[in-house]
Structures are given as C-alpha cells and as structure tokens.
C-alpha cells in the first residue's frame, strides 16, 4: 500500500493567516483527496486533486477558501486561508484509485486556529 | 447517494470480552464497505474491506465483519479484546465520486474504551 508523508503533522495558527499543508506519496497515483475532521467528528470530503485538472469541490467547501494543487502524480497541497477558530480540525490526506479498492490516509495534520 | 450509521458513539468492553461494533449502511448498488482504526493522535488504518467475495471479511488485529444484506449490516467483531484495541473506529461505504473514483463515506465513529 502507498506510503503517505503529511506536513506539517500539526500547527497552531492565528486567526486570518493561512497554511498549506503538504502531501507527498511514495508512488503515482491518479486521485488523491483531502478530508476534514473536525474535533470529535467523523471524516468529510473537502475536494478530490486530480493531476493536471482543477480539484472538484464537495457541497460546503469553496475553492476560495481551500485552494489545492495537484503539480504531478505523487504531491499535492491543501491551503487553509484566512483561517478562523472555525478552521480548527484535522486535515488528511488519502490515495486511493478503484471504487473497490481501500483509500489510504496519511496521519493527518492536527491544526489548530487561536 | 450511499450512507452508514454507526449505532453506539462509544462502545465499553473489559478486557478479553467480546467486542461487537455496529454499522448499518444505505446503498442502492452492491456497497464496497471498510472498517477503518484511528488511534489517538494517528491517522486512519484500514481494518478490512468488504468488496463482494466472501461475506465474512478478516482484518488485522484478529477483527472480522459479516456482511448480511438481508439486514444492511456490517458488524465489527473480535472476540477477545486487548487493551490495545482502545481506538476510535469508522465504518465507510464507497460511492463513486468524480471520473468514477470512489468517494468514501464514513459512518460518525465508534470510541471503543477496554477496561482492565
């Protein structure tokens, strides 16, 4: 199974800033996604990074407010911008490219927004 | 769209007894079901995976799940529990996102507590 790197693997900001959380895979894959947990929830789908396309949006999140890129088939980046408290959460990262076929997370980014 | 229910937010077993984790799930195709495992301050680990061969699915860490269609079920199951079990633990169904890549759809969690 691919090997996933997240950083950084937690940050405390402040409220207005913004960060951009990196995920590296350790072979090509087609699709990767990031999702939000936000604290004592479960796993929501932000958006799926698809290389060389625009990433496509779930209900709820704006492109404004996460740009991700997606440069090649092994690395992609999450931005949180102008973060509020609100932002607070954890932001993972996954590959996965069948429909039957198990997603793989990172260890996620604990960021938290004071 | 497909969807799961996790019945019990927080399940509380001693240790070596049986553990039972419920998950319920809505699809209106054949459904493609995982357990996955988040120990504190880690990400998700796959557990095992439902994909339409054998109805009763072995994972890892002495964990199974039975497929039932006739009650939409897909219960977690170990029968003894370890203290290392502690975790908090996600049912998901997959759905078919964007370009036919599945999206995965996870139930709200189960947090399982072991006592001595």
């Known amino acids: 199974s691919a090997v996933i790197s997240q950083k950084p693997s937690r940050d405390i900001c402040q409220r207005g800033t913004s960060l951009t959380i990196q995920c590296q895979v350790d072979?090509?894959?087609?699709?990767m996604f990031w999702y939000r947990q936000q604290p004592g929830q479960s796993l929501t789908l932000i958006a799926t990074?698809?290389?060389?396309?625009?990433?496509?949006?779930e209900s709820g999140f704006v492109i404004d407010k996460f740009p991700i890129s997606r440069p090649n088939l092994t690395f992609s980046t999450l931005t949180v911008s102008n973060m509020s408290p609100e932002d607070s959460s954890i932001y993972l990262c996954?590959?996965?490219?069948?429909?039957?076929?198990?997603?793989?997370f990172g260890n996620g980014t604990r960021l938290t927004v004071t | 769209a497909q969807s799961v229910t996790q019945l019990g937010s927080h399940v509380s077993v001693s240790e070596g007894a049986l553990v039972l984790l419920r998950c319920n799930y809505s699809?209106?195709?054949?459904?493609?079901l995982f357990w996955y495992v988040q120990y504190p301050n880690q990400g998700l680990q796959l557990l095992l995976k439902?994909?339409?061969?054998?109805?009763l699915v072995k994972g890892i860490n002495g964990f199974e799940a039975e497929f039932k269609k006739s009650e939409t079920s897909f219960h977690l199951t170990k029968p003894s529990a370890h203290m290392s079990d502690a975790a908090e633990y996600f049912c998901?169904?997959?759905?078919?996102?964007?370009?036919?890549?599945?999206?995965?759809?996870f139930g709200q969690g189960t947090r399982l507590t072991i006592n001595p």
């Open positions: 996954s590959v996965g490219d069948r429909v039957d076929s198990p997603l793989h």
């Open positions: 072979s090509q894959v087609t699709m």
């Open positions: 990074a698809n290389q060389g396309s625009e990433a496509t949006y």
């Open positions: 699809s209106s195709v054949p459904p493609y």
């Open positions: 439902y994909t339409s061969a054998a109805t």
């Open positions: 998901a169904v997959s759905d078919l996102g964007i370009q036919g890549a599945q999206k995965l759809v």
